[in-house]
């Protein structure tokens, strides 16, 4: 079966209606890239910056006729939103979705760890000597390819414990929550206030087996702090990989509670130019700076609260 791509780049705010648009039209759904992972502030903390919507016509004998109404849609569409031409590009694939799952490779990170892509077989090689984390992450943030995230899988490989209750706030795709179920600690909470990084997470946390040391929530470090969640609370190890603005208000909204004396705080998201503020907000807290990890323009800050 060959098949007609159709792109548009547009805004974060115009890909659901242009999904909605192209979803109309392709048998096999849409697909959506982020091309901005490296978030300018944003209190949410989501990916921002244009969005990529793909999705793929059949190539049969009505494609000129799908293709037209397509365009008619989008020209309604665009009555609303600006939206810029369709690109098109013909593909001679079986099948499309194993094209844009080629791109993504196992990625090694850290001494121990692999992050594998739940569509690939198993490593093979010198990768299969490593703790493999299985991720499909669909829309949720954290493929193991980001510098924040290899940063903070760096820290918990580094730092933890086996057995140390560890906490997890925006886990995204759960990434970094399975690498530590993977490396010993337990139990695990883990919450993002984003419903489908919730989804996701669950997903691929059940499919790396660790479903009974992670305890995945909808919600961020107020419902961590209330309890609702339950155990564990307060927690040796406690990772935060969001965005320095984000991490600065939750600092200051009691984070460092969530560590136990002694224990410490990984968090990250954070630009060179932003870790000075960090820094502050941490010490205000009482908290002694126990190292700055780099990666690109990245870095992660480990914060280490009193001893009791
Ligand atoms: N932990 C993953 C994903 C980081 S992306 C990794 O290291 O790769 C940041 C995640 O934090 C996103 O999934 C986003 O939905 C979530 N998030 C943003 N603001 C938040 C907040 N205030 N509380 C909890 N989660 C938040």
């Given at each position: 079966m060959h098949w007609l791509e159709v792109s548009l780049t547009v805004s974060g705010e115009a890909a659901e209606a242009v999904a909605d648009v192209l979803a109309r039209f392709a048998p096999e759904g849409v697909v959506h890239e982020a091309t901005?992972?490296?978030?300018?502030?944003?209190?949410?903390g989501q990916t921002v910056g244009p969005v990529i919507v793909r999705a793929y016509l059949p190539a049969d004998a009505a494609l000129d006729a799908t293709r037209a109404r397509l365009e008619e849609a989008l020209w309604h569409l665009g009555q609303i939103l600006p939206l810029p031409s369709p690109h098109y590009r013909p593909i001679a694939d079986a099948d499309w979705s194993e094209t844009w799952k080629a791109n993504f490779k196992p990625v090694r990170v850290g001494r121990r760890l692999v992050v594998v892509p739940a569509w690939l077989n198993p490593p093979l090689?010198?990768?299969?000597?490593r703790v493999p984390i299985v991720l499909d992450p669909g829309l949720a943030f954290?493929?193991?390819?980001?510098p924040t995230t290899q940063l903070c899988l760096a820290a918990i490989e580094r730092h933890l414990q086996p057995g140390t209750p560890l906490i997890d706030i925006g886990?995204?795709?759960g990434i970094l929550a399975i690498a530590a179920a993977k490396l010993g600690a337990g139990p695990i909470l883990a919450v993002d206030i984003d419903a489908e990084a919730v989804r996701v997470a669950r997903e691929n946390i059940a499919a790396n087996g660790v479903a009974d040391r992670i305890r995945v929530e909808q919600g961020s470090l107020a419902e961590v702090l209330s309890g609702?969640?339950?155990?564990?609370?307060?927690?040796?190890l406690v990772v935060a990989n969001i965005l320095a603005r984000v991490i600065v208000t939750l600092i200051g909204q009691g984070?460092?509670?969530?560590?136990?004396?002694g224990g410490l705080l990984v968090v990250s998201g954070i630009l060179e130019a932003q870790a000075f503020e960090v820094h502050a907000a941490l010490q205000a807290q009482g908290?002694?700076?126990r190292a700055q990890e780099h990666l690109e323009d990245w870095v992660a800050i480990i914060g280490q609260r009193e001893a009791a």
């Open positions: 901005q992972f490296e978030v300018t502030p944003d209190d949410k090689g010198p990768d299969a000597m954290g493929t193991g390819t980001h886990t995204g795709s609702q969640f339950g155990a564990p609370q307060p927690a040796g984070l460092a509670q969530t560590v136990t004396p908290m002694t700076l």
